[in-house]
């Protein structure tokens, strides 16, 4: 089971985390446990992989705005650079950070097992 604890050593920034859901620790373990898969990140890597830049952006945006509220930092940092470059349509190797998010949720899901 995931913790606050664990999610701190993670390098989530639990207090602002915490703060967003009224200091509710079990609610907020309860959102973070609900993000805890790799399906928007492998839609993500196909839509890249596609050249899809559109809809990866779209994905990317809303990766953002899930990790952000939820101030998971690593992964919010990282999915923050690959939106400002998708935003932009850049054509490039996105393929590192997109292992960065993978590994990064990889993480987390190993914590929570």
Known sequence: ??????LKKFGANTEEGLNRCM???????????????????NALESQISENNLDAAFETAHALKGVYGNLSLTPLYKTVCEI??????????????????????????IDMAN
């Open 83 to 108: 939106t400002e470059y998708l935003r932009k349509r850049q054509e490039m190797d996105y393929s590192g950070m997109v292992n960065e998010l993978k590994n990064g949720m990889k993480e987390l």
């Open 1 to 6: 089971m995931i913790t606050v604890e664990m």
């Open 23 to 41: 200091n509710d620790e079990n609610f907020y373990i309860m959102l973070v446990q609900t993000t805890l898969n790799l399906d928007q990140i």
